[in-house]
C-alpha cells in the first residue's frame, strides 16, 4: 500500500497567531482601520515572544490584512482593499462614468440593507453615536456647510450596526472610493445648489427609523438618499449623463 499519510507538524507561534488575528478580522472583532496592540502589548498578551508576533504581523501585512501607518502603528485594512483589484481602483479614480454608476448601485444596494439590519441589530450605544454625527451635521449645516467626512462616519457606523462583519469590511472600501472620486466635490456641489437641508432631512429619516426599529422604512430612508446622491452625481458629469440613466 502506498503510503499517503504525512507527519503532523506542529505549528509555529507564529501561525497560531496569525489565525487568531485573521479570526477576529472575519469576526468583525477587529474592524477596519482599528489599531493593533504594539507587538510589546500583543506579546505579553497572548504570552509568547516578541519576534514571533513580529513575524505574524509581516506576513499579515504582505498578505493585505494589515497595514503600517506613517508615525507608526499597525491597522486593520478593509478586506475590500484585498479584494478590489487595482484597474478598477484605477477606473474609479479617474472618474470613469461606467464605474461611478456601478460604485453608486452596489453602495445603494449594500446600504439599504444595513439601514435594514441596524434597525433589527443596534446596539443603544451605536444609535447614540449616530445621534451625536447627526449633530454634528446640524453645527455644520449652520455655517452653510457640508462635511463629507461627517456623512461617511454617519454610513458606516449604520454599516457598523448591522452586525455583519464582511459587510462592514466592504461597504468601508466602498465608501473610501466614494470618498476619493466624489465626495469631496459633491460636498462643495450641495452647498452651492442649497440641499443641505434636504440632505439633513434625508439623514434625520433614517437615524429616526433606525430608532424606532423599523426595518422596512430604515431601509426605504436610506434608499431614498442614495437615489438623491445618483441624482447629483448624473449632473456633476453631465458629459456622460447617458451612462447614468
Known amino acids: 500500500m502506498t503510503a499517503v499519510f504525512k507527519p503532523i507538524r506542529q505549528k509555529k507561534l507564529s501561525e497560531e497567531i496569525i489565525v487568531q488575528i485573521k479570526k477576529l478580522i472575519s469576526d468583525g472583532d477587529l474592524g477596519p482601520g482599528q489599531k493593533i496592540p ?3 502589548d500583543l506579546a505579553a498578551e497572548l504570552g509568547v515572544s516578541r519576534p514571533s508576533v513580529r513575524e505574524a504581523l509581516m506576513v499579515l501585512e504582505a498578505l ?8 507608526g502603528g499597525t491597522y486593520v485594512r478593509p478586506l475590500g482593499d484585498v479584494i478590489m483589484p487595482d484597474p478598477l481602483t484605477d477606473m474609479i ?3 470613469d462614468p461606467m464605474m461611478l454608476h456601478a460604485l453608486t448601485e452596489v453602495r ?3 446600504e439599504s440593507w444595513s439601514a435594514y439590519l441596524a434597525a433589527k441589530r443596534a446596539k443603544t450605544s451605536e444609535i447614540e453615536h ?3 454625527l447627526y449633530a454634528s451635521m446640524v453645527e455644520h449645516a449652520k ?3 457640508w462635511s463629507a467626512t ?3 462616519k454617519f454610513h458606516l457606523t449604520i454599516a ?3 452586525h455583519n462583519s464582511l459587510q462592514v469590511h466592504i461597504l468601508h472600501t466602498i465608501q473610501e472610493l466614494f470618498q476619493t472620486t466624489i465626495m469631496v466635490a459633491l460636498e462643495d456641489f450641495y452647498s452651492k445648489e442649497g440641499h443641505i437641508e434636504q440632505l439633513l432631512s434625508q439623514h434625520r429619516e433614517i437615524l429616526e427609523a433606525i430608532e424606532a426599529r423599523n426595518p422596512e422604512l430604515a431601509r426605504s430612508r436610506m434608499q431614498q438618499h442614495l437615489t438623491l446622491v445618483e441624482e447629483k452625481l448624473a449632473v456633476f458629469l453631465p458629459k456622460e449623463k447617458s451612462y447614468l440613466n
Open 130 to 132: 449616530l445621534r451625536e
Open 93 to 95: 479614480k479617474h472618474r
Open 108 to 110: 445603494s444596494g449594500l
Open 143 to 145: 455655517k452653510g456647510q
Open 38 to 40: 504594539s507587538e510589546r
Open 160 to 162: 457598523s450596526a448591522s
Open 150 to 152: 461627517l456623512d461617511i
Open 64 to 71: 493585505g490584512f494589515l497595514e503600517s501607518r506613517q508615525g
